[in-house]
């Protein structure tokens, strides 16, 4: 292993790092901009998003790159492949929030609505599992990795109830239903993110272990 191999890879975790914090960011900004109804750090968000994008192009570059050249395997080729997967749903995370910032937007033209109930719990939930998440991956922790993806049942039983309360809202306030499809709208999204945080766990384990996870289940009956 080469000190140019071993100093190329130092840097590409620390970008990946960095690019963890900022989508951690931008998805925290998005939920307390919409919860404020606080449209210049909505705006905020979305302009953010393109340094988000470019360096998520930068990371996946270098990753490419430092394939070609170095060739490596085992532990360190597992890691290129994680960083490559983890970058791009990292930089999903971070569109996902530029999108929930727009609807923040969108609801200030509206008359003031309330956030549907449990919606900040589901947002807490999420934005924990995104923030442990990191910190698995700075830790390159799979034992953390694999407690976030057991926190996505929460996030899935909140998201189920909250859109069936969304459905009943709109039969019985007809004129609400343009903001309360705004709100369908962020609920969905913030579950996506629950999901791709759950991703990236995913790919930690895998990076550290070698197992892959992504499809793993119990056994159905008959099954060996």
């Not at 979305?46 to 994008?53: K, Q, R, S, T």
């Not at 969304?166 to 709100?183: H, K, N, S």
């Amino acid at each position: 292993m080469t000190k140019h191999f071993m100093r190329d890879l130092g840097s590409l975790a620390d970008r990946l790092l960095l690019l963890s914090n900022r989508c951690e960011d931008a998805f925290g900004s998005a939920i307390d901009s919409i919860l404020s109804r606080d449209v210049q750090s909505a705006r905020q968000v979305v302009e953010g998003d393109i340094e988000i994008d470019a360096l998520e192009v930068q990371i996946e570059e270098d990753a490419l790159k430092i394939l070609a050249l170095h060739a490596p395997v085992a532990s360190d080729l597992r890691f290129l492949v994680a960083t490559i997967k983890i970058n791009n749903d990292l930089e999903r995370i971070a569109d996902i929030a530029s999108n929930i910032a727009k609807r923040t937007v969108d609801l200030e033209k509206l008359p003031p609505t309330s956030p549907p109930e449990d919606f900040e719990k589901m947002a807490q939930q999420t934005r924990t599992m995104v923030r442990e998440t990191i910190q698995a991956l700075v830790n390159r922790d799979d034992v953390r990795a694999k407690e976030v993806m057991a926190m996505d049942d929460v996030v899935d039983d909140l998201n189920r109830i909250i859109l069936g309360r969304i459905e009943e809202a709109m039969r019985v306030d007809t004129e609400a239903i343009p903001a309360l499809m705004r709100w369908a709208n962020v609920v969905r999204l913030v579950e996506r993110i629950a999901d791709y945080a759950t991703n990236i766990a995913e790919d930690i384990v895998y990076m550290e272990d070698g197992d892959i996870v992504r499809h793993a289940g119990p056994l159905l009956e008959g099954e060996s």
